[in-house]
Structure formats: C-alpha cells, structure tokens
C-alpha cells in the first residue's frame, strides 16, 4: 500500500516556492526602504557687523556678519545633522573673512 503524502499546512510551507517566476513579478521587494541623502553648507546672514578697516582692501566699510554651518539631508529637504558651525564677518567690498 501506498500512502498519500501528507498535505502541509500553510505556516509550513516554503515561501520562495510561493513566489510567482521572477518575470511575473513587479514592483521591488517587500518591505524595501529608499533614502536619498544630500550633504552641503548652508549660509545664514545674521545682519551687520562691525564698522572697521579690512586687513586686504585697507578700506573701511560695515562688514556683514554670517553663520555657516555643514548639513546632512533626508530627501534633500529635511535637515538630519549639522557640524562645522561657524560665526564670522565678511568684509562687504573684498569679501575677507574674520572669525567672531
């Protein structure tokens, strides 16, 4: 006598053989995540410095003064991590550059 193989239940079964053939499926695989990261600086005018002489140009003018700072991105929109902060004056005719 023969016996009929047991049938398996659906918990038991193997799942790449549930699988349709690599052609027939679409889309990417389940459960998959896609990022898009962009690092760059950022610049932000904080509003007039000082009046003084610039050490390059020998002219005295009112300097401006900026924060920058390095900025990791989500979707190059939403800012994740910043670094490298710095506060300084720029002179407003020859663009040198003094830390506060």
């Not at 047991?6 to 079964?13: G, K």
């Not at 027939?24 to 904080?46: C, D, M, Q, S, W």
Request: proline share 8%; hydrophobic share 40%.
């Amino acid at each position: 006598m023969t016996r009929a193989p047991a049938e398996r239940s659906p918990l038991h079964q193997d799942p790449v053989a549930a699988l349709p053939p690599v052609a027939e499926r679409t889309g990417t695989y389940p459960g998959a995540v896609f990022f898009i990261i962009g690092i760059n600086t950022k610049l932000r005018h904080l509003g007039d410095g000082a009046t003084r002489e610039c050490p390059r140009c020998h002219n005295t003018t009112q300097w401006l003064r900026m924060r920058s700072f390095r900025q990791l991105t989500l979707f190059f929109v939403i800012p994740v991590l910043r670094w490298r902060r710095r506060q300084y004056e720029t002179c407003g005719i020859c663009g040198a550059v003094i830390d506060v």
